[in-house]
């Protein structure tokens, strides 16, 4: 749950710091700080999503690598 917490304070940090006008003459965000804000979140979230199968697939790699290794220990110790 705090891996979410975190990417979504990262994400809403950088999106408002990219899109919000610094002025704030208005309460509301305008039409261009929502299209901004809407592709900011939508390009980090699809960033994520590809960093983190990049991670999952080194991850299966790596996995893999630790069993052959373990299984050339075992053959070599069973001789």
Do not use: I, W
């Amino acid at each position: 749950m705090e891996m979410y917490t975190d990417l979504f304070n990262k994400m809403a940090s950088t999106c408002f710091s990219k899109c919000a006008s610094q002025k704030h003459k208005e309460p509301d965000l305008a039409l261009g700080e929502m299209s901004c804000t809407d592709r900011c979140v939508a390009k980090y979230l699809e960033a994520q999503e590809k960093v983190g199968m990049v991670l999952q697939k080194a991850n299966e790699v790596q996995a893999k690598q630790a069993q052959a290794l373990a299984d050339m220990q075992n053959a070599l110790g069973g001789r």
